[in-house]
């Protein structure tokens, strides 16, 4: 298969993603003045600005590597939710996953930039995890979405609630009856919770909190292939993927182990490197490359989103040019 006829596979594919949703609001303005009321700059609002972030950013990914995605998630019924509901259908993601519930809040993280610097963060949202009504509801629609057809499911974590340790078993349980192989960017609650999934990737510090091992890879590899040895043996995934940050990504599966080493880039910005890299990767596995290619593909986008400021998804022609350019066996 040559790259080309990668990228026109990718626009095959229809893939949910379930996890935590948010929305990532921006006030900014400019700063030329200290509040008389309190040691504090005064910003004069210029505009606000509304993105999709969290598992949504991962559904951004995939629209612009021209798959087809579905949301599966809990929202509120607040008026945070509308303007996500809006936000998806704007960028053509497909919002029937998404249960609308009276319980929850609708995560916001709002940030207000003076001069182009981040000032504050303020956060909307509730973490505890949804209730078992709220599962259920959401077991349905995915088992209706598995039955009709899919070629990949991604488990989005956040530790915002949705994904719960019940909710994980069940879903695998459901993914594999139905054969669609699944992909997991995990945090640290339920790390152990994802047995038997396709692929699993975590970053070093996720694997370290993880399993609860001290890992320094620069100065003692055999430390992270233990590590990796031990999280083999708890959850017994068909692959492991681990982003090392400038060290590159490592994946193995039963066969096969390879270290991909990071490209030179000017590093501006790596939020939501995480999503673009589980984004590709999940693309990879439905399309059914070797793991070899998963890992460079999902290596090389995740760089190429750390040079721009902000979270933004990956340009798909920006991806193959780079691929061509640096010649990744496909």
Known sequence: MTLEKLFEEFKTKKIIVLGDVMIDAYLSGKVDRVSPEA???????????????????????????????????VIGKDKEAETMLRLMEDQSISTSGIIRSDERQ??????????????????????DDISTAEEDALLKDLEDLLKSGCDALIFQDYNKGVLTSRLIEEVIKLTKKYKVPTSVDPKQKNFLA???VTLFKPNLKELSEGIQQKIDFANDRSQFE?????L??????????????????????????Y??????????????????????????????TSIETLASMANLAGGIVCEYRGVVAIDADDLLQEALKIDVKC
């Open 226 to 230: 233990y590590a990796v040895k031990e």
């Open 39 to 73: 040691p504090v700059p005064i910003i004069n609002f210029s505009k606000s600005e509304d993105r999709l972030g969290g598992a949504a950013n991962v559904a951004l990914n995939l629209i612009s590597l021209g798959a087809n995605v579905v949301m599966s998630t």
């Open 259 to 288: 270290y991909i080493p990071a490209h030179k880039r000017m590093i501006s910005d790596v939020s939501g490197a995480g999503d673009t890299v589980i984004s590709v990767a999940t693309l990879c596995l439905a399309v059914g």
């Open 232 to 257: 083999k043996s708890i959850i017994h995934p068909e692959i492991i993927f681990t982003t090392l940050s400038e060290h590159g990504v490592f994946i193995e599966d039963e066969n096969n182990q």
């Open 106 to 127: 609708t995560t916001v993280k709002t940030r207000v930039i003076g001069n182009h610097q981040q000032l504050l963060r303020i956060d909307q949202e509730q973490t």
């Open 194 to 196: 994802y047995k038997g």
